[in-house]
């Protein structure tokens, strides 16, 4: 299992960019597929038409984001965890991003994907 580590800025508040992820209206506009979301701590949650799935296990709003976290085509069982944390920057929002227990033989393809999938696309959304 491995590790993904990326910082990422964004033209946002915290609190905006926190919506943005759990917020399931919102995540399905930016990425352009469904997205679910109960909003509440051991809630379930989707991306990705339910190619994606997990469960909350903290949420701080405009803060941070912790969630359990697996792609369908993992093991059944294979769930990794993500972090999520927002803080105030000078242009917006700095955002630090862990995940932990990446598969190894998925981990360059998620570590890119969550460029190509989310931070790329919520740019574009933020302009």
């Known amino acids: 299992m491995k590790t993904i580590k990326q910082i990422v800025y964004f033209k946002a508040t915290p609190k905006e960019m926190y919506d943005w992820i759990i917020n399931p ?22 991306a990705w038409d339910g190619y994606i799935d997990g469960t909350n296990k903290k949420l701080v709003p405009g803060k941070e984001i912790i969630q ?8 059944k069982d294979t769930y990794s965890t993500v972090t999520f944390k927002f803080t105030k920057d000078k242009a917006g929002t700095k955002m630090q991003f862990i995940q932990t227990g990446v598969p190894d033989e998925h981990y360059e393809e998620i570590k890119q994907g969550w460029y190509d999938n989310y931070w790329d696309l919520l740019k574009v959304q933020l302009r």
Do not use: C, L, P, Y
Request: glycine share 14%.
């Open 68 to 75: 359990s976290w697996r792609a369908t085509d993992w093991g």
């Open 25 to 46: 209206k919102k995540h399905t506009q930016f990425t352009g597929a469904k997205a679910t979301n109960t909003g509440k701590v051991s809630g379930k949650f989707t």
